[in-house]
């Protein structure tokens, strides 16, 4: 069993305008479908994000896969070490999706997942048995709230969900996101507003939720005096605190003198990271996430250090389509040691790319696909048609600032804000 | 595919009269070989410790374990979890092979190769392949010198290998190892002897084998002075010295101060150990053993620990036969930061458990098994006939100490010794 194609797909789907600490999502994001073909007729599958450099390192290394045994992750990982060199950043706090300097674990991740799945498939078996068997059926997602517009600049009439401005509309958002899918754990996503207005919006949803384990991530919007005294402000109505400053240096600062625990996706992207933020005692919980971590296994491999040094787990999530959340789930399924409901931009996606439309999140949670491998296909006119919006939206780099200047010509999405 | 039967077999097999720290090995070493059959007429096969507790250990586990899948990893903890509590020891430095308060993760271990010796025989692949393909088409060994006596008390003549109770002696012994087996690097278990005479020892081996890596291993049986004065004797001479002096804070006490890498595999036997050891720098490089970490993902585990702490890899051997073998190599392929020649004990012993006898070492080096699974299949006759090799050797539990009295009735084994 040999790989005999490999296929790289770039595509867009429809995103609301949903608000952060640097700017707003534009209309469409970015994706990218990895397809890994064997002569038997069985094709893996993967989804990764969609920028330029991540597409430009997929194909870079995707014609060189071709031969290679998908059982053979050792050979992705030096083909991968032959043909794509990690590339450096302009500014210094990229976002681990669209950072250069780990491009190549990037490209890992994104064919790990797809040689796991046809794995799946020759054996007949879920993924997750390949990652030593299911601890849990279901895995526990969180309502991942925003601050949102109620439309796009180009769009003529509000979307579903409307404007989410304050804490009424925050309250109403969750609401109804809770209706539809059942969320038990609830994030805001902050950052966008004064820090005291959004601790309103906290205490909006805890008086509304009573019980609901709350989050609060300004993505390192905030000073670390800004921090200190927010901290103080929700101690006792959140069950961690995600991001509030920048760096491993602040992060530390606000741990030092706070009571509950901070998580990170920021401060602590990579293995390489993690000596020194638990030196320094940066963050309390690691939200992993498999797409720039290195994949399955590695997320696996980062479980174990949790375990060991005593850190929470939780997962990180971009705007993801059901490739993406089908491969969350086994990974998660698997890893004794998570501690929170995983963090995951699902609802906000209308688009979907798998066979049978969107996966169904029942109570908060996504049962283990049951069928071989990720146990999602392809659907392949939903793929050509998202195919094309990429080809025609004009995005080829997610810009949050760019977007937010179009409502704001003054914005710089300088950090911190507040 | 779920289990239909377990067996649990214990066994003795000959072993030469080798010094260490604590004493001298009895005539004959203890293990214990485990079957985990399915309907379909699979056997898994996995290797471990034959004492006592052990013993107790996976025959208590072992009824619990049909029905399950052997894809089920988890479900292998999570009834071991069940069936089986963590004992307590009652001396403060025992062996991690005898310790009853890492039962429960020895027993999975011995196990969790067994389910994926079965998983590989299912695919009618390598087990290395559900590690995530090789790195290495062959692992290195290296030449585990012994002082030794020339014969047990029991036995009416010298053994083949004679005595080795100075330089001359371990470098004769050094030469027949190397001719058979081809090995590039070379081990001495010390401890034995006046540090300066084993000392002596080393510095014969640098002559008589210039260029070939060197260790020396006390099992903590020196001081932290006399560890600091050999090491300054030693340096320029050794890759490593390995556990010089007792505890984690000991051997941080040595590091502080000397040039060569400390390696250990007596101060960090399990995950717990691990921040502590990396907080004081008490080792450089760690020596693996997947009979007491946990199984061979976990060993995978501490692989990617340690190239995120910049730790060495190399690992551990206690006397085992051929399934433990081809454990440890299959684990040892997939790990890319495996940065020193394997320990083994193998050379020493003349019985074998497997179909066809001995497996061959060649320049030093096991070729990773290519047979679907583990590679290796049980020799019913020999597992007969070392099964009352057990029953009537009157060996029930390892006693270097009581059986070093024999020879010198005032002998204590107590540490350190230097």
Chains 1, 2 share one sequence.
């Not at 820090?195 to 019980?211: M, S, V």
């Not at 996966?359 to 094309?388: I, Q």
């Amino acid at each position: 069993m040999t790989i005999t194609a490999v296929r790289v797909t770039p595509i867009a789907f429809r995103d609301p305008p949903l608000l952060n600490v640097v700017g707003v999502h534009q209309p469409y994001a970015l994706r990218s479908i990895v397809e890994v073909e064997t002569g038997d007729g069985f094709v893996g599958l993967g989804e990764t994000y969609g920028d330029t450099a991540m597409r430009e390192g997929l194909t870079a290394v995707a014609p060189h896969l071709v031969g290679l045994d998908p059982f053979d992750l050792a050979g992705l990982r030096a083909t991968i070490d032959r043909h794509l060199a990690a590339g450096t950043d302009a500014g210094l706090s990229v976002a681990p999706g669209t950072s250069r300097r780990n491009l190549p674990v990037k490209v890992d991740a994104a064919f790990e997942v797809a040689f796991l799945d046809l794995q799946g498939q020759l054996l007949g078996r879920p993924l997750v048995d390949l990652l030593g068997g299911a601890v849990r059926g279901r895995v526990p997602y969180s309502a991942y709230l925003f601050y949102k517009f109620a439309r796009h600049r180009s769009q003529p009439e509000d979307d579903e969900w409307g404007a989410a401005l304050d804490p009424d509309g925050i309250v109403a958002q969750a609401r109804t996101m809770i209706e539809r899918y059942g969320f038990e754990s609830i994030k805001l996503k902050a950052g966008v507003f004064e820090p005291d207005a959004e601790a309103d919006a906290l205490r909006a949803l805890a008086a509304a939720f009573p019980g609901a384990p709350l989050r609060i991530d300004p993505n390192g919007g905030w000073t670390v005096a800004t921090s200190l005294r927010m901290a103080a402000q929700l101690e006792g109505v959140l069950e961690y605190l995600e991001d509030p400053a920048p760096g491993l240096d602040g992060m530390a600062e606000v741990a030092r003198q706070v009571g509950q625990p901070l998580a990170t996706n920021m401060v602590v992207t990579g293995f390489e990271h993690l000596p020194e933020a638990i030196r320094l005692g940066s963050a309390q919980v690691i939200l992993a996430d498999h797409h720039y971590w290195g994949g399955l296994r590695a997320t696996q491999h980062l479980a174990t250090i949790c375990r060991t040094w005593g850190l929470g787990l939780s997962m990180h999530s971009n705007s993801h389509l059901g490739i993406s959340l089908a491969a969350m789930t086994h990974v998660a399924a698997a890893i004794p040691n998570l501690t929170y409901a995983c963090d995951t931009h699902y609802p906000w996606q209308e688009d979907e790319v798998v066979e049978g439309g969107k996966l169904t999140l029942e109570r908060g949670a996504l049962r283990v696909p049951d069928g071989p491998g990720l146990g999602v296909r392809l659907d392949r006119d939903a793929l050509a048609r998202l195919h094309e919006a990429y080809r025609t939206c004009g995005i080829r780099d997610r810009d949050d600032v760019a977007e937010m200047r179009a409502y704001r010509p003054d914005w710089t999405g300088a950090l911190p804000r507040f």
